[in-house]
T-cell receptor, first 114, second 112 residues
Framework: SAVISQKPSRDICQRGTSLTIQCQVDSQVTMMFWYRQQPGQSLTLIATANQGSEATYESGFVIDKFPISRPNLTFSTLTVSNMSPEDSSIYLC???????????FGQGTRLTVV | QKEVEQNSGPLSVPEGAIASLNCTYSDRGSQSFFWYRQYSGKSPELIMSIYSNGDKEDGRFTAQLNKASQYVSLLIRDSQPSDSATYLCAVNSEGGGNKLTFGTGTQLKVEL
């Protein structure tokens, strides 16, 4: 497994602003992902964070709204840009130590946009 | 579209009973199957993985996989109140780009 530190754990933000969420892993991992979990719902994959290249986004998610960085094999950031109340959700970082193996999750970031 | 289906519940079982959680998936190319437990307000925690047909046991948990029927289940023996949580089924398939697709989760309540 891997120890994943995600921060902030929660935040309340004004609409129109941006928030950057950080995900730090204690060891090098092959895959890093960002998920969103809206209230009472399951997890939806936002994108796969690719080391040294642009992230791969899922249908319905775009880079301008959710820019992602992954400068190395242990760290990634997700920015939620120009926030609206509809962006209020839990955002989760997930890693696979090697491809196609178990995925582990960070503690999540509970975002409230007012 | 790759789909993973679960009964949302809640599934209520008495303490000490066996809880049976079920999941079906649509992609026959699916290779890896996972069960996560999520307590309210917490992130998902991996409890079982299974990759081949049959049963896999780990303590009080048993995962069962039937690829022909596209069905995976989780049995929890001697259920405890601390098992009360939402259980998420997740499936990884090559056709899905090696990404996990999650079901909507089954809420389990273990009653005293």
């Amino acid at each position: 497994s891997a120890v994943i530190s995600q921060k902030p754990s929660r935040d309340i933000c004004q609409r129109g602003t941006s928030l950057t969420i950080q995900c730090q892993v204690d060891s090098q991992v092959t895959m890093m992902f960002w998920y969103r979990q809206q209230p009472g719902q399951s997890l939806t994959l936002i994108a796969t964070a690719n080391q040294g290249s642009e992230a791969t986004y899922e249908s319905g998610f775009v880079i301008d709204k959710f820019p992602i960085s992954r400068p190395n094999l242990t760290f990634s950031t997700l920015t939620v840009s120009n926030m609206s109340p509809e962006d209020s959700s839990i955002y989760l970082c997930s890693v696979e130590v090697t491809s196609n193996t178990e995925a582990f999750f960070g503690q999540g970031t509970r975002l409230t946009v007012v | 579209q790759k789909e993973v289906e679960q009964n949302s519940g809640p599934l209520s079982v008495p303490e000490g009973a066996i809880a049976s959680l079920n999941c079906t998936y649509s992609d026959r190319g699916s290779q890896s199957f996972f069960w996560y437990r999520q307590y309210s307000g917490k992130s998902p925690e991996l409890i079982m993985s299974i990759y081949s047909n049959g049963d896999k046991e780990d303590g009080r948990f048993t995962a069962q996989l039937n690829k022909a029927s596209q069905y995976v289940s989780l049995l929890i023996r001697d259920s405890q109140p601390s098992d009360s949580a939402t259980y998420l089924c997740a499936v990884n398939s090559e056709g899905g780009g090696n990404k996990l697709t999650f079901g909507t989760g089954t809420q389990l309540k273990v009653e005293l």
